[in-house]
T-cell receptor
Framework: AQKVTQAQTEISVVEKEDVTLDCVYETRDTTYYLFWYKQPPSGELVFLIRRNSFDEQNEISGRYSWNFQKSTSSFNFTITASQVVDSAVYFCALFYYGGSQGNLIFGKGTKLSVKP | NAGVTQTPKFQVLKTGQSMTLQCAQDMNHEYMSWYRQDPGMGLRLIHYSVGAGITDQGEVPNGYNVSRSTTEDFPLRLLSAAPSQTSVYFC????????????FGPGTRLTVL
């Protein structure tokens, strides 16, 4: 069965602190994709990154970085020097093949609050 | 491009009423889906479609119907609303395949009294 676990329900940091959001996934598929989405207080879902199971290279985009480790089934997300605008709910998701088409399964999300 | 649009943005229903949540996309995407978001539960897949005339159930399909008569539209029907269906509903679309980003609509906040 496929599953995504985001054990941290809420995290609160002070601006400029680094913060890591954890994501652990379960799947029997050998080919799969992992995603991170951001949901700011306005409510929309913003795509951040997609990573396939064959690419374990870490990714860095500005203050954001992602650490994908198949050995521990983890896809963690780090924000460096956090800012108030980073306050949001962050979702990790796994793409799996089921039914007539693959679908995304989401973790329950981590609410990040960055205080000035 | 308008992307993925959803109407209405807010809706209040009484138990037993029916309604349709509208979703439209103008990106010619084959794949469309509906999710519901509940506090502490993340997003859960209700129904999805891989093209006109083709739909399938997701994780939480009970109480919802869908149909896909055109590529652009994918309405979600609640035949007899229940308080348990109070939620925020998101529609998404993408090209077929995991390599393609899913685009989400702005959401519909539904309250069933």
């Amino acid at each position: 069965a496929q599953k995504v676990t985001q054990a941290q329900t809420e995290i609160s940091v002070v601006e400029k602190e680094d913060v890591t959001l954890d994501c652990v996934y379960e799947t029997r598929d050998t080919t799969y994709y992992l995603f991170w989405y951001k949901q700011p207080p306005s409510g929309e879902l913003v795509f951040l990154i997609r990573r396939n199971s064959f690419d374990e290279q870490n990714e860095i985009s500005g203050r954001y970085s992602w650490n994908f480790q198949k050995s521990t089934s983890s896809f963690n997300f780090t924000i460096t020097a956090s800012q108030v605008v980073d306050s949001a709910v962050y979702f990790c998701a796994l793409f799996y093949y089921g039914g007539s088409q693959g679908n995304l399964i989401f973790g329950k999300g981590t609410k990040l609050s960055v205080k000035p | 491009n308008a992307g993925v649009t959803q109407t209405p943005k807010f809706q209040v229903l009484k138990t037993g009423q029916s309604m349709t949540l509208q979703c439209a996309q103008d990106m010619n995407h084959e794949y469309m889906s509906w999710y519901r978001q509940d506090p502490g539960m993340g997003l859960r897949l209700i129904h999805y479609s891989v093209g006109a005339g083709i739909t399938d159930q997701g994780e939480v399909p009970n109480g919802y119907n869908v149909s896909r008569s055109t590529t652009e539209d994918f309405p979600l029907r609640l035949l007899s609303a229940a308080p348990s269906q109070t939620s925020v509903y998101f529609c998404a679309s993408s090209s077929i395949g995991p390599d393609n980003e899913q685009f989400f609509g702005p959401g519909t906040r539904l309250t069933v009294l």
